[in-house]
Structure formats: C-alpha cells, structure tokens
C-alpha cells in the first residue's frame, strides 16, 4: 500500500522474518488482510499495532510469535494454523479484539466450535471471543473447565452439566452479564471469576461453595449494592460487589528479501 511504512527483516542461517513493521495511518486507509512469505518463522513485539483485520492467519511455520506481537488490532477472523502453544498465541494478542477464532480441522491441540476456541477434545473452553456480539451463549456439553469468557456483550450464559473448573478471571468483563447458575458438579472456581461484572445480581452455586468477594477498592464509586449469591440449596452464601465497566487493501511480504528495508 502506498504511505510510509518500514519493515525490519531478521536474519539467521536458516530463516528471515518480521520483527517490526510499522504503517503510518494517517495517509490511507490501511491494508486489512496479509500475506506472509512461505520462509516466515518469526513475529516480534508490536509488529502490527491498531489494524483492522477481515482475516488474519497465523501460519504453521511460525516458529516465534512474542507477547504483544498484535497491539489493539481487530480481528474479524483469527486462524490458527500454527501449533505454538495456545498461551503464546494468546498473549500475543492481549489487548487486541476478535470476533471469531478458525482452526484447521487437522490442528493437533485446538479446534473452534461456532467461533470459540476449545482444546482439541473439547472439553476445555480456552477463549470466548470478546468481540462478539451476541447476548447469549450456551456452553456446549462436554465442556469441563473454562478457561475464559470475557466478552462485553453476553448477557447471560448457560453452563452444562459435567461443567468442574472454571479458572482465575473466568467470566471477568463480562460487564453486561446479570444472572448465571453454576452446576452441582463445578468443584473449583478460581480467583476474581466475577471481576468487572459490575451488572450481575444473581449467581446460583452449588451448596456450599463460595465466590470471593473480589472487592477492588480504586473502583468502589462504581460499585452498585451488593448482588446475592446463593446455594442451589437456597442457602445464602455470600454478597459480593464487582466493578464493571471499508477499505479491502492488501499487504504482501515477498518470499525473498535481498536488502534489509528502512
């Protein structure tokens, strides 16, 4: 695309690969989709910065993908075709905006199931999108751990049951949810499960267990009254507070670089 931007091309014995690339918006729109050079092994911090993706491929090949390699882009597809681990791949992109997540079928760790991302048998819930719109999720059977739903938008979420575990920040953000049961087989719930989540005023829980209170006190202005959390049982089991808050340009990298670009 025209405008100013500079790639810097790493080189080792057996490869050569991005390790910044820079574009300067303010000329013309900016290329929404990439190809990358069959020969690309590496992706370095901050080498795509606010970019608005239709989709964006990670591809197998990819040998290094380091943390904050995408800083606030937007993905309107992600595909995963690299089997780096899925914590790398995510902390790549952890402050960025997906709507959906692809995997090949022949993936051997994930796959995705109507844009979610999974571990490969299903039965961990890894990423919800958080750029999608709908206010409703249904957790498929199977599912018995969660790793994270943060998305902005659901409402309200069904949970199966076979549901154990559901990890640290689990539905953090989900600012907008109000209500949620968990099943009598959950055995775990990590810490700040329900941090940000400054809508929710009922949670159902297995008789017994509790929810932290996960009170963060620089945003306690925010906070609304104490929501009421209660045993399946009808057992009170604790009141916790959380705060809540068209271009089509293409961008081609080519498979041989003679010269470093400036």
């Known amino acids: 695309p025209s405008g100013r931007w500079r790639t810097v091309w790493e080189y080792n014995d057996d490869y050569y690969g991005i390790h910044a690339l820079n574009f300067d918006r303010s000329f013309d729109p900016p ?4 190809s990358f050079p069959s020969t690309l092994r590496k992706i ?23 943390e904050d390699a995408f800083v606030y882009c937007h993905f309107d597809v992600l595909r995963i075709e690299s ?6 791949i995510l902390k790549s992109v952890y402050d960025c905006t997906v709507e959906v997540w692809d995997v090949p079928e022949d993936h051997p760790q994930l796959k995705a199931i109507d844009g979610v991302l999974f571990s490969k048998d299903g039965k961990t819930l890894i990423n919800y999108p958080n ?32 549901l154990k575990t559901v990890d640290d920040y689990g ?18 719930l990590g810490e700040n499960i329900f941090d940000e989540c400054v809508s929710l005023e009922l949670v159902s829980l297995p008789d017994g267990m509790e929810v932290d209170k996960d009170l ?10 104490d929501a009421l959390y209660r ?17 089509d340009h293409v961008l081609i990298i080519p498979e041989k670089q003679e010269e470093e670009e400036k």
């Open 216 to 225: 963060d006190e620089a945003y306690a202005v925010y906070y609304t009254d």
């Open 83 to 88: 089997d780096l681990p899925v914590e790398v």
């Open 44 to 66: 370095g911090e901050e080498s795509f910065t606010a970019y608005a993706f239709d989709t964006f491929t990670l591809p197998s090949q990819l040998e290094v993908l380091e």
């Open 131 to 162: 750029g999608r719109s709908d206010t409703h999720y249904d957790v498929p059977r199977g599912v018995e751990e969660i790793n994270d739903i943060h998305n902005e938008n659901l409402q309200t979420i069904s949970l199966p049951i076979g």
């Open 31 to 34: 290329f929404r989709r990439v």
């Open 231 to 247: 045993g399946d049982n009808g057992n009170t089991s604790a009141g916790i507070r959380n705060f809540g808050m068209e271009q």
């Open 171 to 188: 539905f953090s953000g989900c600012t907008r949810l109000q209500a949620i049961s968990l099943p009598l087989t959950v055995q775990s």
